[in-house]
């Protein structure tokens, strides 16, 4: 079973970056696609980013486009969210997610294990 555990978040102002890390483990990390989501107080959880098991494509939601950026290093079982050019509005708990398939996801459904969770908050 696969254990996800985030890092990076904080407090920062807005314009300011962020990057989160989330460590994997429990399966082999390069076969899977791995995700990033984030959910505030009283809202769903919503998807922010995904990318492939190698790399190769990313997709974004429309919220962060050209702002964040997903990578990944297979070799370190270790998947990244660089949050640049950061609003109020991005304020939430960001959870990492391991995907079931190796191509790129952005439902809840595709995804099978989460992490606990990390506070982003910027301040205006």
């Known amino acids: 079973q696969v254990q996800l555990v985030e890092s990076g978040g904080g407090l920062v102002q807005a314009g300011g970056s962020l990057r989160l890390s989330c460590a994997a483990s429990g399966r082999t990390f390069s076969r899977y696609a791995m995700g990033w989501f984030r959910q505030t107080p009283g809202k769903e959880r919503e998807f922010a980013a995904a990318i492939t098991s190698t790399a190769g494509r990313t997709v974004y939601a429309d919220s962060v486009k050209g702002r964040f950026a997903i990578s990944r290093d297979n070799s370190n079982n270790t998947v990244y969210l660089q949050m640049n050019n950061l609003k109020p509005e991005d304020t939430a708990v960001y959870y990492c997610?391991?995907?079931?398939?190796?191509?790129?996801?952005?439902?809840?459904?595709?995804?099978?294990?989460w992490g606990q969770g990390t506070q982003v908050t910027v301040s205006s």
């Open positions: 997610a391991a995907g079931k398939y190796p191509w790129v996801v952005r439902t809840d459904s595709d995804f099978e294990a």
